[in-house]
């Protein structure tokens, strides 16, 4: 199934399916040997992590736990402070 999803993702954005499913599989890999995760629930969460990567490229923002991205209330004190 999460495969599957990866293969119709990579057709929707028109991206190559064998790079979609290289990072779904070492995204997987990483939840499951690092995170803990049994092998089909880290290729089940690996999904939404290739769904952010291509999501944060295809805007150009960083998405994510560590993103770069101002808050708006960030912003609103920069343009306060200029």
Do not use: F, H
């Not at 495969?3 to 997987?28: I, K, S, T, Y």
């Amino acid at each position: 199934m999460s495969r599957d999803a990866c293969l119709e993702l990579a057709r929707c954005l028109g991206v190559d399916g064998d790079a979609v499913l290289e990072l779904w599989n070492e995204r997987a890999a990483i939840r499951e040997l690092d995170g803990g995760q049994p092998r089909a629930d880290a290729e089940r969460d690996a999904v939404e992590d290739v769904r952010t990567t291509y999501e944060s490229l295809a805007s150009a923002r960083r998405l994510g736990p560590r993103s770069a991205a101002p808050t708006v209330e960030a912003a609103k004190k920069r343009d306060a402070a200029d």
